[in-house]
């Protein structure tokens, strides 16, 4: 939403330099707003005020609601950013990060709702940077009331985002079953196929350039599972026979599916699905493979966030691309630090430690001198360890 709050009377004239900044930003077009950022990828000026930018933030509040508007963002995006959308939404939420890292009255910052919208994307670039400046936002005391409100529609999302890969095939515990899927979490074995990896070295694994043929297609593959409950299973029976009996006419009951409750589980590779070893994928191919797999395992909408998420890192390293990796580890990283910071003790404690009870460690080591990890990912993992370490339970 937009920043209701009046400059106040005795408010300082910025310097210069910011002064023309926020004259090109809130008078340039909204095609051009991306090309005058991009260039600033940190903060070359004095500390500045939030005050001072009131009207940038409010017009990037517009940009944003009416992006979140034209690509239906209240839920799984289904139509792909348009080169000149992502850039224009990477440089805002950028440049509204570095505001809340170089500027006082950060409590003014009002955009938390269109935040919320853009971690339904299903661009890795724009949900990293959404995820930044969430975690900057969610560090501030003040924020978090606000941010707590969202918690109960963010926090299923951020939780899927912080799952284990399963790099060696490893297996989920089967989850309870809940109402949504925002308030369900799953658990899942840490235990590899050969009872030797650990879940530590899945960080070290994954910060690392390059990776091992062998796990590489190991991970390329499509795992996800899901409880069905009795009420899910009885309406897709319903659903099915009113559709075909409207459709042929007639229906014998041997002829009709069985949709069986309990545990559903997707193993499936991505070579099977169409994808090519080596080539990245594009957006449209990977909106078929989760379209066929949600037709073919009948996934409910609350379980289509995680699926598409899995379907996501299995491309990265289908493809072989380690940027798009390193940016999904990186959002990874974000997520649970942003969780430490919404949750209580206790509510961390139960909600995300007792799935990664080793989660502080295990990031730790990425930064060990062998493992050679961008400093792209270095920087996330201290920025995760400046917010975990916050928690009582965490601190030795």
């Known amino acids: ?7 106040h009377k005795r408010l300082n004239f910025p310097p210069q330099e910011i002064q023309s900044l926020r004259e090109q930003l809130e008078t340039c077009p909204v095609d051009d707003i991306y090309r005058v950022l991009e260039p600033l990828h940190e903060w070359p000026f004095v500390r ?8 940038v933030l409010n017009r990037f509040d517009d940009i944003m609601a009416e992006v979140c508007e034209n690509y239906q963002l209240t839920s799984l995006q289904m139509k792909t950013f348009d080169a000149g959308t992502q850039r224009l939404l990477v440089a805002i939420v950028t440049f509204s ?14 955009s938390v709702e269109r935040l919320d919208c853009l971690l339904n994307t299903n661009d890795p670039e724009v949900l990293e940077c959404t995820l930044r400046l969430l975690l900057r936002a969610a560090q501030r005391w003040s924020y978090q009331r606000d941010l707590k409100t969202s918690l109960t529609t963010m926090s299923g999302r951020l939780l ?17 079953a809940t109402a949504t899927v925002d308030s369900s979490v799953e658990g899942e074995d840490e235990a590899t196929v050969d009872g030797t990896a650990s879940h530590t070295s899945e960080f070290k694994i994954l910060a690392r350039e390059n990776i091992d043929t062998s796990l590489q297609i190991s ?10 409950t009795t009420e899910e299973a009885q309406q897709l029976e319903a659903d099915y026979s009113c559709n075909n009996n409207s459709s ?15 545990l559903i589980t997707v193993d499936v590779s991505l070579e099977t699905l169409g994808f090519t070893r080596g080539i990245s994928a594009s957006e449209e191919e990977l909106r078929q493979a989760f379209n066929k797999l949600v037709a073919q395992y009948n996934i409910p909408e609350l379980q289509q966030y995680k699926l598409r998420h899995r379907i996501q890192v299995a491309a990265s390293f289908m493809s072989g691309d380690s940027s798009l990796r390193f940016s999904l580890l990186r959002s990874r990283i974000y997520a649970a630090a942003i969780l430490s910071q919404l949750m209580s003790e206790l509510e961390f ?8 009870p080793n989660f502080t460690a295990n990031i730790i080591g990425v930064m060990q001198p062998e493992v050679h990890a961008p400093l792209s990912v270095q920087t996330a993992v201290l920025l995760a360890l400046e917010a975990i370490l916050k928690q009582r339970s965490e601190v030795s």
């Not at 939403?1 to 400059?7: G, P």
């Not at 500045?48 to 009207?55: A, E, K, L, P, R």
């Open 160 to 176: 899927t985002i912080t799952e284990s890969w399963q790099l060696h095939g490893q297996k989920q515990d089967t989850a309870a």
């Open 219 to 228: 991970a390329s593959v499509v795992r996800f599972s899901y409880f069905r």
């Open 248 to 262: 042929s006419g007639s229906m014998t009951k041997s002829d009709a599916p069985v949709f069986k409750e309990g």
């Open 97 to 110: 990060r570095l505001l809340m890292e170089n500027c006082i009255n950060r409590n003014l910052y009002n």
């Open 349 to 356: 404690k139960n909600g995300f430690l007792s799935r990664e």
């Open 48 to 55: 500045g005020d939030i005050y001072h930018w009131i009207t």
């Open 1 to 7: 939403m937009r920043i209701k709050k009046l400059q």
